[in-house]
């Protein structure tokens, strides 16, 4: 296989460094490099150098060790002015006080507010609309597709409907959901300059602050009123508090919904006989949302949590201050943890449960039952609608978005039948 940036790759081997690949041009290399490397791989983000964890054991005991935590403050880089605000990055580490950067007792504080919102029963609740929404959506899918048949599963269906529930959980006007795709897809994408980014975030603040005051005025059923008005798990969550949890959120819950849905579809139009066994009801899409998390993870790398003090890990140490990424792909397949085959897609793999790509431990993704719901039931009911659905394109023409944290492509054409 052809790699972009093999003679760079090449010397990040020898100099014991991996750089994460901005473009995201060979996402599969990266792995199995950063994999090969060892249970704890040197790397380098955008001039910034910091470890990542790449196996599965590990991870889970990197991700419940108190030794470990999300406040930036305790980064050395950020106290010695190595590391600033004009750093492309720094906007997905220091993103407003929210449970994604805090810890301890703090976290729980917020957190047990955000699952009152998110309980199961507001998720079943919700399911009708999901299913709605999907309904509609591929509508728009038969109605989109061009003279030569082609249509963008992601921008007509993918990247919409994550959107239309986590817009509609949040209470926003559905005439509110582009802008909101525009900004966040802007944010995360490498090309976009860092002035601009951090404009962005002050908007997002801005859009956030006008909803929760509006739903502290004129509170309805809501997640955001809910998150105002939850009273339970010690004091009220404060303005600041609920807009960074909410900003967070929906970044987070709308992206891997994306990303969950177009892997696995790709994976299947790759994998016939397997698509074949699913369509039979041979097996049930659980098993295809579950092996899509362990083996195309959404998230890629997991940025960043700092030691505050030295950790030994297998025959490194990390020192304190220094940071840690958590990368999920890397880790997702780990032969230790999922056989020799790991690299395979396989929705009979006995393991594909044992995944850890929505976290462990204290920061598990709050989201992930949401997101599991609606891949859930997207997945079947777009190959319910169009048995015959395949790719305009040969899958290698497919190509990543310029994320370094998401794993999310361009476009997806496809054709429907």
Known sequence: MNCPHAEAAQADRNAGVITVDPMVQDLDGETARLRDAGVLARIDLLGVPAWTVTRHAEARQLLVDPRLVKDIDAWGLWQSGVVTRAWPLIGMIDAGRSMFTVDGSEHRRLRTKTSQALTPRRLEAIRPDIEKFTEELLDAL??????????????????????????????????????????????????????????????????????????????????????????????????????????????AGHETTIGLVLNAVRALLSHPDQLRAVLAGEIGWDAVVEETLRWDTPTTHLLMRFATEDLAVGDEMIRKGEGVVISYRAIGRDTEQHGPDADAFDITRPTRNRHMTFGHG????????????????ALPALFGRFPGLRLAVPDEEITKLPVMTQNDMAAFPVLLG
Do not use: W
């Open 142 to 251: 038969d109605a989109a597709q061009g003279e030569d048949g082609v249509v963008d599963l992601k921008a007509v269906f993918a990247q919409p409907l994550p959107m239309k529930v986590v817009g509609m959980l949040m209470g926003v006007d559905e005439s509110q959901h582009a802008m909101l795709t525009r900004q966040y897809k802007a944010f995360f994408s490498m090309l976009t300059p860092q002035d601009e980014r951090l404009a962005l975030l002050a908007e997002l603040d801005v859009f956030y602050t006008d909803l929760v005051r509006e739903k502290t005025a004129r509170p309805t059923d809501d997640l955001t009123s809910a998150l105002i008005l939850a009273e339970e798990g010690g004091d009220p969550l404060t303005e600041e508090e609920v807009v960074g949890n909410l900003k967070a959120m929906v970044a």
């Open 362 to 377: 204290p920061h598990i993704c709050p989201g992930a039952a949401l997101s599991r719901v609606e891949a859930g039931i």
